[in-house]
């Protein structure tokens, strides 16, 4: 391997717009395109070639990979403006890469189709909301396209916080500043801490991954700032149920409280194939902290909450991921074999007749 051959085969996975490209000690090269792990039909790479792979992106980082690391997350940029985001691990004892291909350009939520509620929560003055989901399916790109429409709208100063870097943006109506965990700060938590000297409207923090960085996001929003980070969770309650959880026992009860102050939305996020099998779309339950769905939060009752959501679709515009995979399957988008692989309802094709 050498650096004009990994270019090329990253420049391939870029224009074929892939998803993911994977690096393995004993395998070719492999495509993640349309949801589907393709193997393709280069040489099996060999320990020096994954090693050469890992050794050029720390070099592209302004860094050397650490003698004894384990795992280690970096970004990766081609000339033609292709960029990556890069997971590096060992498996095995050999070095293992994951390359995230990040769109060119951030789309609208036109045109990632999800719900137009987004430009009404993005308005928020102050508070937190939460873009979740698996890994892969859409939350650092929906987040993307949340920064880019106050960026569009509002006069704001906007301040990321990601590990790495995915989406540049440029500043236009909003002045952004963008902070790189390991680079630009040690880590999350400090970095929101320092924020908060720094004249911030909007803070965007790339993910969720601690107790202090938790405590951090509630306390900038608390504090009239407009928060919005990613947790690995697949609905609102879960979500929830993971954030409270993070905190001892006897604090659960006052983190409630906080949160249900300070929650402004969830955006949960499915990916699903049409009913072709030729593109990917979103699947969205969206939450929002109506009144009623504050108080299921201070009392604890969040096995409520799904119900709340569904009642609240036509006032409030919020729809449970049933909703949506029901209005998919009336308009012929997906097939019912797909809604039933992505929902835990036991009674997805009941519903459906009765809509």
Known sequence: MDIKTLNQILEIAFAKRVSDVHFEVDNPPFFRAHGQLLR???PSLKPADTEFIASTIMTHNGRNLPENFKEFDASYSLSNNGRFRVSIFKQRGNVGIVMRVIPPEIGSFQDLKLPAVLTEIVKAPNGL???TGPTGHGKSTTLASMINYINDKYSFNIITIEDPIEFLFSSRKSCIIQREVGIDTDNFST???TSLRMDPDVIMVG????LETIDACIKASETGHLVFSTLHTPNAVTTINRLVGHFPPDAQEIIRQRLADILVATVSLRLVEDKEGENIIPVVEVMR????IQAC?????LDEIKGHIEKGSAQYQMQSMDQH????CKKGIITMKEAKRVSNSMDLERK???T
Do not use: H, P, W, Y
């Open 325 to 328: 995979l029901i209005q998919l």
């Open 191 to 193: 970095a929101l801490k």
């Open 207 to 210: 993910e969720m991954r601690d």
């Open 40 to 42: 393709s039909k280069l």
């Open 129 to 131: 909301v939460l873009v």
């Open 352 to 354: 459906l007749n009765f």
């Open 289 to 292: 902290a109506t009144t009623t």
């Open 297 to 301: 939060i201070r009392d604890g009752n």
